[in-house]
Nanobody, 124 residues
Framework: EVQLQASGGGLVQAGGSLRLSCAAS????????IAWFRQAPGKEREGVSCFESSINTTYYAESAKGRFTMSSDNTKNTVYLQMNSLKPEDTAVYYC?????????????????WGKGTLVTVSS
């Protein structure tokens, strides 16, 4: 089965940077979608960024545009989320999720493999 594990969270000051990693196993980095979600206390889970390989397109939430960047190292079966200019409102548990295939599905949907989250805390 596909297994995902997010890591790299921690405590940073506002304005700082952090890079999250999502390591995948039982997964082929070909014809896939992979996304980052986050959930803050008292708020609904929201999509942060999603990459759809079939159209080589990366989507970002408005709150993430210009600050967050997805990248990957396929030789390591790892996807990253580089987060810059962090704000206290970025504080949340961050999750990675993936889908194998399903190119006609909107990027944030049909993601049936989820990893455990990693906590990001941004201090003011």
């Amino acid at each position: 089965e596909v297994q995902l594990q997010a890591s790299g969270g921690g405590l940073v000051q506002a304005g700082g940077s952090l890079r999250l990693s999502c390591a995948a196993s039982g997964f082929t980095f070909d014809d896939y979608a992979i996304a980052w979600f986050r959930q803050a206390p008292g708020k609904e889970r929201e999509g942060v960024s999603c990459f759809e390989s079939s159209i080589n397109t990366t989507y970002y939430a408005e709150s993430a545009k210009g600050r967050f960047t997805m990248s990957s190292d396929n030789t390591k079966n790892t996807v990253y989320l580089q987060m810059n200019s962090l704000k206290p409102e970025d504080t949340a548990v961050y999750y990675c999720a993936a889908r194998q295939g399903g190119g006609l599905v909107l990027c944030y949907y049909g993601l049936d493999s989820w990893g455990k989250g990693t906590l990001v805390t941004v201090s003011s």
